[in-house]
C-alpha cells in the first residue's frame, strides 16, 4: 500500500526523478544538436547523408547498450533502492558525456577518433539505460496515487523536454560564444562538458531524497528474493512483457522520429539558420512539456489506454502531415515553421506521456524498475534506430521528408495496435498480496 510521507519529501522525489531524466536526455540531446559538426570532425564521409548516418549510428550503438544496463541496474534498484541507483547512474551518464568532449578529431589521430567516440557512446549507453531503472520508478512511487498520470509525463515526456530547452538554451550559448570556425574548433566540446552537470545533480540526490515508500514498505515485509532478469517473462509474463515493449517501440519512435530528429530535419534538410533553430528547438521542447503534463494527467480521470488511442488516432495524421510541413517551409520563415514544429513536437510526445506509468502498472514492486526498465529501453532501442533507417533509405537530403513521413505513419500504426490489444493498467499499482507474492510463486 502507498505510505504516505511528508510533503518535502515527496517534492524532493518529484523534482529529482523529473530533473534526472531530464540530465540524462540532455545529454543524448547534446549530440543531436551537434550532429553536422560531430559527423564532418569524427566521421568524415563523402556525402553529407552519410556522415548524418554514421553520426546517428553512434546513438544507435548507444541506445542498443541500454538494455544492458537496465537489467544491470534495474536489478540493483529492485534490492537496493530507487535512491542508491539514481546516484550511481547520474554521475556515470555525467562523467561519459563529458569525456566525449575530449575525444580527438579524425584529422589528428584518424580511425582512433571514431572508435574511441563509439567506446564512451556504449558506456554512456549501459549508465543511461540504468537511470531509466531509478527515475521511472521513485517518482510514481513517491506521489499520492491521484498524481501519477501527472508524475508520469512528468518523468517521461516532461523531463525529455525539458531536457531538450536545456540542450536548446545551451546550444543557443555556445553558438554565441563560439561563432563560425570557432565552433568547430571548441564550441562542441563545450557542450559536451556540459554532461558534468547530471553528475552534479547526482550528489544532491544522494544529500535529499528518500527511499520511495513503496520499496520500503516491500523491503519491510521481508528481505527481497535474489534478482533475476528471467523473472519477467516467467509464471505467464512472457506475452506482457513482448506486448509492453511493441507499445514502447511505437512510442519511442514518435519521439526520436519527430524531437529526436527536429534538429537534423531543421538545419541539414530545411536549412533554418542556426541561431533561429536553436530558438524553435527550444519553443518545442517547452510545448512537449505541456504536452506531457497535459495528457499524463488526463490518463489518470480517463484511462491510460484510452488517452494512448486518441493521441494515437490523432498522430496517425497529425505527424506525417507537419513533418512534410516543416520540411516544405520557406526556411526563412522560422515563425511558421516554429508553429509546425512545436505542434509536431506536442502531439508526438502527448502519445506517450502515460507509458511510464502504464509500465509501472504492469509489473509489482519486486519487479518494477527492472520489467519498467527493459521494455522501456527495449522500446525506444527499436525506436531510436529509427532515425538511421530513414537517412540510410534516403539517397539525399531531398528525399528524407519523404522516408521520414512514411516511418512516421507505419510506427504509429504499430503504437495504436499494440495499445488496442492491451489492458487498461489505472489503480494497479499497489501490490495485492497475490500480485506481490508473484514473484516467489514463480520460483517454487
Excluded at 288 to 299: C, K, T
Excluded at 411 to 434: C, H, I, K, N, Q
Aim: glycine letters at 12%; hydrophobic letters at 55%.
Amino acid at each position: 500500500m502507498y505510505e504516505h510521507q511528508s510533503r518535502r519529501a515527496t517534492i524532493y522525489a518529484a523534482v529529482s526523478s523529473v530533473a534526472g531524466w531530464a540530465f540524462d536526455l540532455f545529454d543524448l540531446f547534446i549530440l543531436l544538436y551537434i550532429a553536422g559538426t560531430v559527423g564532418r570532425l569524427i566521421f568524415p564521409g563523402h556525402s553529407p547523408t552519410l556522415s548524418l548516418a554514421a553520426v546517428y549510428a553512434s546513438f544507435a550503438v548507444s541506445v542498443l547498450l541500454r538494455p544492458a544496463g537496465a537489467a544491470i541496474f534495474g536489478a540493483v534498484s529492485d534490492r537496493a533502492g530507487r535512491k542508491k541507483t539514481m546516484v550511481i547512474v547520474l554521475a556515470g551518464v555525467g562523467l561519459s558525456t563529458a569525456a566525449m568532449g575530449a575525444v580527438p578529431t579524425y584529422a589528428a589521430v584518424g580511425v582512433f577518433a571514431p572508435v574511441l567516440f563509439l567506446a564512451l557512446r556504449l558506456v554512456q549507453g549501459i549508465f543511461v539505460g540504468g537511470v531509466v531503472a531509478a527515475t521511472h520508478t521513485l517518482g510514481t512511487e513517491s506521489v499520492p496515487p491521484r498524481w501519477r498520470g501527472l508524475m508520469s509525463g512528468l518523468v517521461g515526456a516532461g523531463g525529455a523536454g525539458l531536457g531538450a530547452a536545456m540542450a536548446s538554451g545551451l546550444y543557443i550559448g555556445v553558438s554565441a560564444m563560439f561563432p563560425g570556425p570557432r565552433f568547430e574548433a571548441w564550441g562542441w566540446r563545450v557542450m559536451f562538458f556540459a554532461g558534468l552537470l547530471a553528475a552534479v545533480l547526482s550528489y544532491f540526490v544522494l544529500r535529499g531524497v528518500e527511499e520511495s515508500p513503496l520499496w520500503r514498505a516491500a523491503r519491510a515485509a521481508g528481505p527481497p528474493a535474489k534478482a533475476r532478469i528471467s523473472d519477467l517473462v516467467r509464471g505467464g509474463r512472457g506475452k506482457v512483457f513482448a506486448l509492453n515493449i511493441v507499445l514502447v517501440a511505437g512510442a519511442g519512435s514518435q519521439y526520436y522520429l519527430t524531437s529526436g530528429y527536429l534538429p537534423t530535419l531543421l538545419g541539414s534538410v530545411t536549412g533554418v539558420h542556426g541561431t533561429a533553430q536553436g530558438v524553435i528547438l527550444l519553443v518545442a521542447s517547452l510545448g512537449v512539456i505541456v504536452a506531457a503534463v497535459l495528457a499524463g494527467h488526463l490518463s489518470e480521470r480517463f484511462g491510460r489506454r484510452r488517452m494512448m488511442l486518441i493521441m494515437g488516432t490523432v498522430n496517425l495524421i497529425a505527424l506525417p502531415l507537419l513533418t512534410w510541413l516543416v520540411s516544405h517551409a520557406d526556411p526563412a520563415d522560422s515563425g511558421l515553421i516554429g508553429v509546425y514544429a512545436t505542434l509536431l513536437a506536442f502531439f508526438a510526445n502527448a502519445a506517450y506521456a502515460p507509458v511510464l506509468v502504464f509500465l509501472n502498472e504492469r509489473y509489482p514492486t519486486a519487479l518494477r524498475a527492472r520489467g519498467t526498465a527493459v521494455c522501456w529501453n527495449l522500446g525506444f532501442m527499436i525506436g531510436g534506430l529509427m532515425p538511421t533507417f530513414v537517412n540510410l533509405a534516403s539517397p539525399g537530403l531531398d528525399a528524407v521528408p519523404g522516408r521520414l513521413v512514411l516511418f512516421l505513419g507505419a510506427t504509429v500504426a504499430v503504437f495504436l495496435v499494440a495499445t488496442a490489444v492491451s489492458p487498461e493498467t489505472r489503480g494497479r499499482m499497489e501490490d495485492t498480496e497475490t500480485r506481490a507474492s508473484t514473484v516467489d510463486a514463480v520460483r517454487s
